[in-house]
Each structure stands twice: as C-alpha cells, then as structure tokens.
C-alpha cells in the first residue's frame, strides 16, 4: 500500500496522529478530518493530508476520515498490531519511572525484563518486575525474541550495554543516555534527552526574554 | 553575529555539538575539526559546518575549531551563559527522576522548586527539595523570574497547569505528558514522550524483523 518511501520525520508524527485518533475513539467520535487534527496537534491540515498520503488514500475527497478505521491503518502501519516485548536496562531512578509507567503497555509494549549491575538492586521489585541480574541479558533477548531495548544505564555504560544488544538481536534502542552510540545501520536508535531539549529552548527564551 | 535566521533543526543539533565539545574539553583536547565532530555524532562533516555557518565563523579554512571557544560560543549562541532557574511540577516517579537527575544543574539548569497537587507529597523531601504545594507555584515563579518549567503531571492536568506556568512568565515548557498543548507562539514547548519514539521506532524494526 506505501506508495513512496515516507521520510523519516513523515514517519516520527504518525505517533502523534494515533494518539490523537486514540483520544477522539475515547471521545465518542465516528469521523474526524485533517483541519481537526491539525488544529488540535498544531500542524497544518495541508501537512497531515500530505503526511498520510504516503501511506494510501484514507478519506473520501471531502467527507473526512473514519476514525476507527484509521486508527488501526496507522497501527498496521507502525507494526503496532502485536505488542512488542521490550527490555529494560537500568533500574535506577530513571529505570523505575519507566518501569512503573503504564503508557508503554497501554500503547503496544511490554517490558518483559529489567536489569542492573548493581548487586543491591538485583532482586528487588519494580511493580510486579524483579530486577535481574545484567548478565542475563542475553538470554532473556533470545528466549523472548527481543527487538526493542529501553537504555537507562549511565552515559559511561551506555555502548557496551548497547552492543551486547544488538548482538543479541535488538533492532530498535531507545537510549535516555546523553551520548551518540555507535550501531550498524540496521539498528534503529531514538534519544531522549531532556538537557539538550532544554537548551535547545534556551535558544530562544533568552532571545526573547533575558532572566 | 547571526547572519541568516537558523532553521528550528538546526538550533536542535546546537545542544549535541555543545556536548561533544565538553567531552573533547574534558578529555583535554585543544582542537578539533568537522570531520571528527561528524564522525563522533553520525552527522556528515558538511552538515555541521553549514549549521555552524548560521551563527559565524568559528574556525580558520584547513585549521580546524578551538574547541573551548567552540564551546564558549555554542553557550553564548544557546544563552548558557547563566544559569535557568527551572521549576518542576509533578513529582510522581518521573518527577522524583528528573529532581534527582544532576545533568540539569552541570548544563545550565538548576530546579529552583518542585510542585505537586498531592498534599501526601507535599512537604516531602526529593533530595534537597521539600515538595510544595502547587498553589505557591506563581509565587515562586514571580519571585525567582522562572522562565522555564518541566511538566511531568498527568495527561489530563497538563493543559491547566501549562496555562498556569504562561500566565506566571513561563516562556519554554519541557512537556512530558502525552498531550498537545495549546500555548502562545511566544511560547516554546518541547515534548518527550517516549511511547511515541518506540512507535517510531517500530516503523522500521517491524519492517525489518517480525517477532
């Protein structure tokens, strides 16, 4: 159904897209068009209309979208039709506010493991997970056919936790490490950092506004 | 010094430039070149030269940049210079995360107060900061001239309190509840959502690797 290859910011806002549809499900609302999510996700309906059509034709000119329908064309579309069994490593205090998180089993995935290297750590609860010991790593990622790996380790961890990943099949690493991992291109990797984005609004709060 | 207005993106990558030359600070290097940068970032040598070109010459042809003054720009472009006072409201798990996170206060942020509607919490202690109740929060705004907030409430608390922080001369808000907020232009917002970055991520790995 792709007609042509969606660029990758294309492929980050479809995310957006089925949360607001998930939002409008919960509402009660049957349809919905590219002006009303674009007023309420702040794009532009011209954008979204542009966006979806790499994907297929999803409306009829003029009468809109069905909601439900293309609530579960984008989870087709982003693979989201299976939950994804995903590993966790670091159970610091980072780790235990990702693992008692209930957005990620809400929205397609599980975390089915937590590890540290930290002996007073391993053993203990984190919700219903006990965390393990890191030199399971392996095993858990092969018995679980484990693609996607959360990476809440220290900056200084971060690689070699990231290549005994991908050695062990993780396809796709969300790293909440401040540093650029070095992965083969088949890797898909995704950062979150929040002092980066908070100097990234330094930018332009301290152009507008000195404190 | 800015020559051209610098496209959003490019001020985005700003922050992951400042990093690698505090890394290379730290490792006591005295110089470096696109080239190395680039290669240390998964970004073409070309690329950050050009981005660096919006803001005005920092190296001579062939010689490569001075990495402190690099930095030394790169902080004043990013108005690091001083530092942000920054408040923090929620303080669930990923409130007391963030409070206990020291990469804030080592890169130009120091939380200046922690806030939640929870009167259980209000009163403990994260670290050094006592919770307050969310009533005080435009009192300690108006009084530290707070510019900048971290939002880790509720997806359905989110929009008030956003209007809140505007209204008390919050002009950039780090938002990490899975909403949309509607703010002024002259309002910066900067989201995390890590459930959005798994599905983007799951784009590819789903196309390359079932489970």
Redesign the interface.
Known sequence: MTKRKAPDIV??R???Y???LNQLVEEGRSTTNSQELGD???ISAAQIRKDLSYFGGFGKYGSGYDVVYLRDQLRR????Q?T???VLVGA???G???A??H??AA???EIVGIFDNDPQKVGTLIGSHEVQDVARLEEVIGEG????A?LAVPAGAAQTVADRLVASGV????CYA?V?L?TSP?V?V?Y????????????????????
């Open positions: 492929v980050g479809l995310p957006l089925l949360r607001m309420r996700l702040g579309i982003l693979h989201l299976q994804w069994p995903v610091g205090d980072l235990h506010a990702l008692n998180y957005g990620f929205n397609g995935f056919g484990v693609k996607i959360i396809r796709g690493i969300l401040p650029t070095k088949e898909k995704q979150i950092d929040p002092v980066a984005r908070l100097q990234h609004m330094a930018y332009y709060v301290g152009a507008g506004a000195k404190p």
